[in-house]
């Protein structure tokens, strides 16, 4: 990134007026100290690394469920355990970490969920047992569950607020690089070298990215007083219920339900096994879909970003959108007589793609209806929701295959595969009829706070300690026009 790009992206030092007594007409501005750009780059880069490096541990899974199948001598149901454990424990502890993250910051937690998950890497690489692969599993997840809203935290103390949305989505789809990591390179490397070897490359890499951590990363510059101070537990304890009561952070945890979970499935555990034993590509050529899908995130996410900047009002109609093209594209290759052409199975994976940045929308609710001393929380709440139905989805598809399979077949057939996948859609309806309800209600409630306004609804905008809230520009943080009610949904 050139310099020039790096101050367009994160702006220097804020001004702001003296307030002993007021500034009379002409007299100076003082200026709060903020970080540079460099350093505040520095950071969030290596932060991003360790939430890349989550998600290569996340996907390393799915791209070797075939392989752990005869590995561990087991059935589709059963491998599903593995990604439901994995996932269960994401999902359990988003809550807890996010208390966590108020209380402790970022930096403590992203060096714990690293640790936890070369752990879980070094388990899994030696283990012949059911129940220690299970367990590497539930390490691996609980190291992640530590890792992105980490990282989110480190965006909201380190950049100005209207930056927000497109750092949220740039955090998300460069994360995304850790899928290729694992679709292509450690597939390869499986391959050649064997299991053991493979998943001791994996925790090796993750070593390397804790250390990154420890060495760069920090939790705030300090631009003002009481950044670091850890509050209390009880503190603590009331924002999260207040983050809970906030309508429009249930609308986050519906958005990151209804948009997130078909295409984390299909990454996660089943895209692989649906292609190659499904649709009967060969492994590479899974692999280079898989490759291509995470592709198409890193390029749909600045769009989505630039999008939910410039109309901010119609955040959850995106939403919308993004889910039924994917209802849509699944309902065509769920119909389609026999094997999906290839141009089909792209166009599959490349609308699912979508699906991770329209979960991050999610979170910019989180950060837009929540002040910066709460986000940890209402981050946790949030990302409940995509993995809460990714684990219902999972395990729905490994028992559907096992029902649907004939007795004494090697592999699910192809109409064993569309049944399962079919399970999606009543997690699409339920999904989509709670981003509306929540919509109305944060309308709503914003209506009630503020009924001066004329737009439709909104939310408070939050800004870290320091900033001012229009972003030092005279607009409002997060980008666009519609001031602040314009932004609620």
Same mark, same amino acid.
Do not use: K
């Given at each position: 990134?050139?310099?020039?790009?790096?101050?367009?992206?994160?702006?220097?030092?804020?001004?702001?007026?003296?307030?002993?007594?007021?500034?009379?007409?002409?007299?100076?501005?003082?200026?709060?100290?903020?970080?540079?750009?460099?350093?505040?780059?520095?950071?969030?880069?290596?932060?991003?690394?360790?939430?890349?490096?989550?998600?290569?541990?996340?996907?390393?899974?799915?791209?070797?469920?075939?392989?752990?199948?005869?590995?561990?001598?087991?059935?589709?149901?059963?491998?599903?355990?593995?990604?439901?454990?994995?996932?269960?424990?994401?999902?359990?502890?988003?809550?807890?970490?996010?208390?966590?993250?108020?209380?402790?910051?970022?930096?403590?937690?992203?060096?714990?969920?690293?640790?936890?998950?070369?752990?879980?890497?070094?388990?899994?690489?030696?283990?012949?047992?059911?129940?220690?692969?299970?367990?590497?599993?539930?390490?691996?997840?609980?190291?992640?569950?530590?890792?992105?809203?980490?990282?989110?935290?480190?965006?909201?103390?380190?950049?100005?607020?209207?930056?927000?949305?497109?750092?949220?989505?740039?955090?998300?789809?460069?994360?995304?690089?850790?899928?290729?990591? @694992?679709? /292509?390179?450690? &597939?390869? #490397?499986?391959?050649?070298?064997?299991?053991?070897?493979?998943? $001791? =490359? +994996?925790?090796? *890499?993750?070593?390397?990215?804790?250390?990154?951590?420890?060495?760069?990363?920090?939790?705030?510059?300090?631009?003002?007083?009481?950044?670091?101070?850890?509050?209390?537990?009880?503190?603590?304890?009331?924002?999260?219920?207040?983050?809970?009561?906030?309508?429009?952070?249930?609308?986050?945890?519906?958005?990151?339900?209804?948009?997130?979970?078909?295409?984390?499935?299909?990454?996660?555990?089943?895209?692989?096994?649906?292609?190659?034993?499904?649709?009967?590509?060969?492994?590479?050529?899974?692999?280079?879909?898989?490759?291509?899908?995470?592709?198409?995130?890193?390029?749909?996410?600045?769009?989505?970003?630039?999008?939910?900047?410039?109309?901010?009002?119609?955040?959850?109609?995106?939403?919308?959108?993004?889910?039924?093209?994917? @209802?849509? /594209?699944?309902? &065509?290759? #769920?119909?389609?007589?026999?094997?999906?052409?290839?141009?089909? $199975? =792209? +166009?599959?994976? *490349?609308?699912?793609?979508?699906?991770?940045?329209?979960?991050?929308?999610?979170?910019?609710?989180?950060?837009?209806?929540?002040?910066?001393?709460?986000?940890?929380?209402?981050?946790?709440?949030?990302?409940?929701?995509?993995?809460?139905?990714?684990?219902?989805?999972?395990?729905?598809?490994?028992?559907?295959?096992?029902?649907?399979?004939?007795?004494?077949?090697?592999?699910p057939p192809l109409s064993a595969f569309r049944w399962a996948f079919a399970v999606q859609y009543l997690?699409?309806?339920?999904?989509?009829?709670?981003?509306?309800?929540?919509?109305?209600?944060?309308?709503?409630?914003?209506?009630?706070?503020?009924?001066?306004?004329?737009?439709?609804?909104?939310?408070?905008?939050?800004?870290?300690?320091?900033?001012?809230?229009?972003?030092?520009?005279?607009?409002?943080?997060?980008?666009?026009?519609?001031?602040?009610?314009?932004?609620?949904?």
């Open positions: 990134m050139s310099e020039r790009a790096a101050d367009q992206l994160f702006p220097g030092p804020v001004r702001r007026p003296r307030r002993h007594g007021g500034r009379r007409p002409g007299a100076p501005v003082s200026v709060v100290p903020a970080p540079t750009v460099r350093r505040a780059t520095v950071v969030w880069a290596v932060a991003v690394t360790a939430y890349l490096a989550a998600v290569f541990h996340r996907s390393s899974l799915g791209v070797t469920g075939v392989e752990a199948t005869h590995r561990f001598a087991i059935n589709a149901s059963a491998l599903a355990v593995f990604s439901v454990a994995q996932l269960a424990v994401y999902a359990a502890m988003q809550i807890p970490v996010g208390v966590l993250l108020d209380r402790y910051g970022s930096r403590r937690l992203l060096l714990a969920g690293g640790a936890l998950m070369v752990t879980g890497q070094l388990c899994f690489a030696v283990a012949t047992d059911v129940r220690l692969a299970v367990a590497a599993r539930v390490l691996v997840g609980l190291g992640d569950a530590m890792t992105f809203i980490s990282v989110l935290r480190i965006v909201a103390f380190w950049f100005p607020g209207r930056r927000n949305p497109l750092l949220v989505q740039l955090t998300g789809t460069v994360g995304q690089l850790g899928a290729i990591l @694992a679709a /292509v390179p450690l &597939v390869a #490397l499986l391959h050649r070298a064997g299991w053991t070897p493979a998943f $001791l =490359v +994996a925790a090796g *890499l993750g070593a390397t990215t804790v250390l990154l951590v420890l060495v760069a990363v920090r939790d705030a510059p300090h631009v003002g007083p009481g950044v670091a101070v850890t509050p209390a537990l009880s503190t603590v304890r009331r924002e999260l219920a207040a983050a809970w009561a906030q309508p429009g952070t249930r609308l986050g945890l519906w958005t990151h339900f209804v948009a997130q979970f078909s295409g984390a499935v299909f990454a996660l555990l089943w895209g692989y096994p649906f292609l190659v034993q499904g649709q009967g590509l060969p492994p590479t050529a899974a692999a280079s879909l898989l490759s291509l899908m995470t592709v198409g995130t890193l390029l749909a996410g600045p769009v989505v970003a630039h999008l939910c900047a410039r109309h901010p009002v119609h955040r959850s109609a995106l939403v919308l959108v993004v889910t039924g093209a994917s @209802a849509g /594209v699944w309902a &065509v290759v #769920l119909a389609w007589p026999g094997r999906s052409p290839h141009w089909l $199975l =792209v +166009a599959l994976v *490349l609308v699912l793609a979508l699906g991770g940045p329209g979960a991050v929308i999610g979170f910019d609710y989180a950060r837009t209806f929540n002040p910066v001393h709460r986000i940890g929380s209402a981050t946790g709440i949030v990302n409940v929701g995509g993995f809460v139905a990714s684990i219902v989805l999972v395990l729905a598809i490994g028992v559907v295959l096992d029902l649907t399979t004939p007795a004494g077949a090697s592999a997690l699409w309806a339920l999904g989509a009829v709670q981003v509306l309800r929540y919509r109305n209600a944060a309308r709503r409630g914003a209506r009630a706070a503020d009924p001066g306004r004329s737009a439709t609804a909104g939310a408070a905008v939050c800004v870290p300690p320091g900033e001012r809230p229009d972003g030092g520009g005279g607009r409002p943080a997060g980008g666009g026009s519609d001031g602040p009610m314009g932004r609620a949904a």
